[in-house]
């Protein structure tokens, strides 16, 4: 019988598909909490790859032979199967990058370059990662362009009211984090939507923490633009996802130049294939494409509204536990309204430090800026600690962490 979105995972059985979480660390088993950085990896997708280089490796669009046809047809349908988890309305929209830092970058160079200058807005906010923002400030710099930040109120989330105030008839692009990677605030995507089409302007949404953990459908949100990576979804390193509607996909130039995104050269001049495979220069990333697919199968069987409402509950626990303690200070919304991670401070225990003494007791998180250095200067810190979790992560695993800051607590008292 089909489980119902309502029904909470089965995490022991869920824990079976990934070999990694029985790995000892200092003695102890593993406590994984750092999959906002990335997730592991389930059998299913190992297959996929093993699979891949043991039956049917080849290159792709370029060959007669059995071997490049089979791998031709699996890396077309890897499109298509990224195209239906988003809601995409076919492969042809689904550009196969790096990872998403490589999708940002794609947008800006091949239109921001072509269409920005001065007298031109880009609007974002101020709790984007640095893939975005950095790309975009850059952007600006070349083009003349100018770069204006929503801002984040005291709580976490994003000011709609200054979002109405930024976007005016000068703003060619907004571009926004979907899920705050050190927040863990979820923007009110389609309402930043409309109100950037209101105003004629285009919508890039930074999906690279939303993708992995909730339904998501581009055509609902209305975004012009979709970027994620594999590599936090329980899927593998190297490949991330470029969605763009097919119309403006069709106006922009290439960004990166040869392999089969060429159709025709000549010493003069040169033509280009059709999508996707324009925006794909060089051997593309065959196997990692197909094992992309292969984890969407995985988390569509599981069903992505159980994923979200399992982190969601684990978050809020979390937030629960620390914040049971005076000297803990955690950053972004209230528990019960955020998505599945907690960014926090203990007031005596540098974040390094504290990640260190929890790697004793075997629990992963991760400590820095988590590459947001301007948000974390507004917040008036130079680094956090951050526990991120998945669909395999259960409460005894939060209760670890806990302990783990109880044991630096006392350590530094
Ligand atoms: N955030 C984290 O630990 P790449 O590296 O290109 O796959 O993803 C970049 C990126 C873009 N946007 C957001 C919101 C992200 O969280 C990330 C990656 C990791 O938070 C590594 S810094």
Known sequence: MEASVTDPLDTERIREDFPI????????????????????????????????????????????????????????DAHDRVAEFIGASDGEEIIFTKNTTEAVNLVAYAWGLAELGPGDEIVTTEMEHHASLVTWQQIGKRTGAEVKYIRIDENGYLDMDHARELITDDTKMVSAVHVSNTLGTVTPISELADIAHDHGAYLFVDGAQSAPNRPVDVTEIDADFFAFSGHKMCGPTGVGVLYGKHAILEEMQPYLYGGMMIRKVTYEDSTWEELPLKFEAGTPVISQGIALAAACDYLDEIGMERIQRHEEALAEYAYE???????????????????????????????HDLSSILNDYAVAIRAGDHCTQPLHDKLGIAASARASFYLYNTREEIDKLIEGVDAARSIFS
């Open 21 to 76: 979480l029985e790995r000892e660390i200092n003695g102890s088993q593993l406590v994984y909490l750092d999959n906002a950085a990335t997730s592991q990896t389930p059998e299913q997708v190992i297959d996929t790859i093993t699979e891949y280089y043991r039956t049917y490796n080849s290159n792709v669009e370029r060959g007669i032979h059995q071997l490049s046809q089979e791998a031709s047809i699996a890396y077309e």
């Open 321 to 351: 536990e620390l914040t049971a303690a005076d000297d803990v200070t955690v950053y972004g919304p209230p528990g019960a309204d955020r998505s599945g991670l907690v960014s926090f401070n203990l007031d005596s225990v540098h974040a």
